[in-house]
C-alpha cells in the first residue's frame, strides 16, 4: 500500500512564501511524475506544477516565475517552493504521484490535501 502525506500549508501573507512536501511511503519500487495540484471550493482541481522522472517541470501559467517544483530521490519526497504568494493562491493543494510498485505495475495516487489560506 502507498501513501502520500503533504504538510507545509498554513497561513501566509500576500508576498511570502511557504514550502510544501509530500512523502511517499509503503511498496514503491520507483516513482515517475509527480505533481502539485489546487483546488478551491465550486471549482476544478488544476494543474500547479509537474516533474517527471528524468527532472522535465511544467507550470500553470498564473504561478510560474513564482514557484518551484523539485524532488529528492533518495527520500521518495517531493516540494513546491512557493514565493510572492497572492491572495488567489489560497487553495487545498494536493500531491499526485505515479508510482511503481514491487510487480512493476504503475499506479497513479493521490494525498489528502493540505490548505494554504494567503491573507492580511
Known amino acids: 500500500q502507498v501513501q502520500l502525506v503533504e504538510s507545509g500549508g498554513g497561513l501566509v501573507e500576500p508576498g511570502g512564501s511557504l514550502r510544501l512536501s509530500c512523502a511517499a511511503s509503503g511498496n514503491i519500487f520507483r516513482i515517475n511524475d509527480m505533481g502539485w495540484y489546487r483546488q478551491v471550493p465550486g471549482k476544478e482541481r488544476e494543474l500547479v506544477a509537474r516533474?517527471?522522472?528524468?527532472?522535465?517541470?511544467n507550470y500553470a501559467e498564473s504561478v510560474r516565475g513564482r514557484f518551484t517544483i523539485s524532488r529528492d530521490y533518495a527520500k521518495n519526497t517531493f516540494y513546491l517552493q512557493m514565493n510572492s504568494l497572492k491572495p488567489e493562491d489560497t487553495a487545498v493543494y494536493y500531491c499526485?504521484?505515479?508510482?511503481?510498485?514491487?510487480?512493476?505495475?504503475?499506479?497513479?495516487?493521490w494525498g489528502n490535501g493540505t490548505l494554504v489560506t494567503v491573507s492580511s
Open positions: 499526485n504521484a505515479d508510482i511503481i510498485g514491487p510487480t512493476y505495475n504503475m499506479m497513479n495516487y
Open positions: 516533474i517527471q522522472s528524468f527532472g522535465y517541470t
